[in-house]
């Protein structure tokens, strides 16, 4: 296949599209933000129709831009929103609970006697951050009505009709049996959604039907969800490797090959990706928030944005003896406390903003650093580096921080949208089946590489500041 695919990532503050083309690389890009509610009680919310309005235009701009018909799509979504529609007419019956909400920590607190056999069935601990608590909530407390599913099924009706969700989408539900990728009935009882219709679970590669949402006909043959599709476009398609994102949160995903590995260092076990019905599996780790607690910042007025990061937090040589956990809506992997907020230490009169700057950034790496220690614990063996993309990955003292800490190198792509890549990776499988996974794949090269430029002491000190504070926390 040699012609250019649509591929749009549809995230949590805004859906990026681009026109990709295997020989001619990027012909057209389009943004459209969303705007999520943030609630008090850790609630987090979005107009349904704000998030398919903006897959639309920004879809639509990106086609403009590039001037020239694409023969495929491919869509990555959030993986954990969940909404309540009408699958006779697409309406929404509820607002999306976006992926960080918390309201359904309470069905988790019921359900807590379940929790080591929905790990073991699912792969996934229990936790209000993934789908099934989302839906069990909604359906006691909004609506019997219609189907309740992740974002992705209620997208893909929209603009085909057809009613799926992809393996690796479905697998963050805790609805999916991570032997089979298929439903499980019992996760479905323990959270009493035994009687819902489900979405299909299809290939993320597959042609799923046709959209004329754009304008002309576009094939929809590839789908996944996001974090998955950065790892895919990063080219770590084999065990042993590991990406991280620096995005709204951090996620870091290491690949385990075709058996699951269910982790015993607090990381989930899901799956990365089923391809001609192969499934490849990975473990995942998550820091809930990484752009969103720079937002934080900004919206302090500390600094005014994320480009500030690195003259703001040049302005002075160490974090003057600030820590911060920016634990900012709960912690996550490895402690899985997302009741938890953030805290700051050490501040003094002599507190400047740099120093600010450079305790959030040592905070976000600490966490990386905490979910690469539990992968290579998992798996038996050290990463030997980390690669990385997301928008902070444009922060070179993030970065460095980052390998600093980790005491490994830190290669941070040169793709800017590794996700919306992916997508297009896995629209240009599903569109033509003679395609290896290598064929479908960008080039991997890293745009810069950071060594860490400090002793294993001093970063063994400076996380050992981070625990202590992580481990005040976890005792309040």
């Not at 309005?53 to 990106?62: E, K, M």
Request: charged fraction near 20%; charge should be negative; aromatic fraction near 4%.
């Amino acid at each position: 296949m040699t012609g250019a695919v649509l591929a749009v990532d549809q995230g949590t503050s805004g859906t990026k599209a681009l026109v990709v083309c295997p020989e001619r690389g990027v012909l057209g890009t389009g943004f459209a933000p969303v705007r999520p509610r943030h609630l008090s009680g850790g609630l987090v919310e979005v107009d349904p129709a704000e998030l398919y309005a903006s897959v639309l235009d920004a879809g639509r701009r990106a086609l403009a831009e590039a001037g020239e018909p694409v023969a495929a799509m491919g869509l990555a979504n959030q993986g954990e929103t969940v909404l309540a529609w009408d699958p006779a007419t697409g309406r929404p019956l509820t607002d999306a609970l976006v992926w960080q909400d918390r309201r359904a920590q309470r069905v988790c607190d019921e359900l807590a006697e379940h929790a080591e056999e929905l790990r073991r069935l699912t792969g996934l601990p229990l936790d209000p951050y993934f789908a099934a608590p989302k839906m069990a909530w909604i359906r006691r407390h909004l609506t019997r009505d219609g189907v309740v599913t992740t974002s992705d099924a209620w997208l893909v009706h929209r603009l085909t009709g057809a009613f799926v969700t992809d393996a690796a989408t479905a697998g963050r539900t805790q609805l999916l049996d991570l032997d089979r990728a298929t439903w499980s009935p019992r996760a479905l009882e323990v959270y009493g959604l035994s009687g819902e219709r489900l979405p299909e679970v299809v290939d993320n590669a597959a042609h799923i039907g046709t959209t004329t949402a754009f304008g002309p006909a576009i094939a929809l043959t590839g789908l996944i969800v996001d974090q998955q599709a950065a790892l895919l476009a990063q080219r770590v398609t084999g065990p042993g490797g590991a990406k991280c994102t620096y995005g709204t949160g951090a996620f870091l995903l290491a690949h385990t090959g075709d058996t699951p590995r269910r982790g015993a260092s607090g990381l989930v076990s899901c799956v990365a990706w089923r391809l001609a019905g192969r499934t490849a599996h990975c473990l995942d780790g998550q820091v809930y928030t990484a752009a969103s607690a720079v937002r934080w910042l900004t919206d302090l007025g500390v600094i005014t944005g994320a480009a500030d990061l690195d003259p703001v937090g040049g302005a002075v040589p160490d974090t003057g003896g600030v820590t911060f956990v920016p634990a900012l809506a709960g912690l996550a992997a490895p402690w899985w406390r997302g009741d938890l907020r953030g805290s700051l230490t050490g501040l003094g009169l002599d507190t400047a903003p740099g120093h600010l700057v450079r305790a959030l950034c040592e905070g976000i790496a600490a966490q990386v650093v905490e979910l690469a220690d539990a992968a290579a614990a998992d798996l038996g063996s050290p990463l030997d580096s980390l690669r990385v993309d997301g928008g902070l990955t444009r922060s070179a003292l993030l970065m460095q921080t980052q390998a600093d800490l980790l005491q490994r190198p830190v290669e941070v792509s040169a793709l800017p949208e590794a996700t919306a890549l992916g997508a297009a990776a896995v629209a240009r499988l599903g569109a033509d089946d003679r395609l290896t996974v290598e064929d479908a794949l960008p080039e991997w090269k890293p745009a810069a590489v950071h060594e860490p430029r400090v002793s294993a002491a001093e970063a063994a000190e400076r996380l050992g500041a981070f625990r202590t504070a992580v481990t005040a926390l976890l005792a309040s």
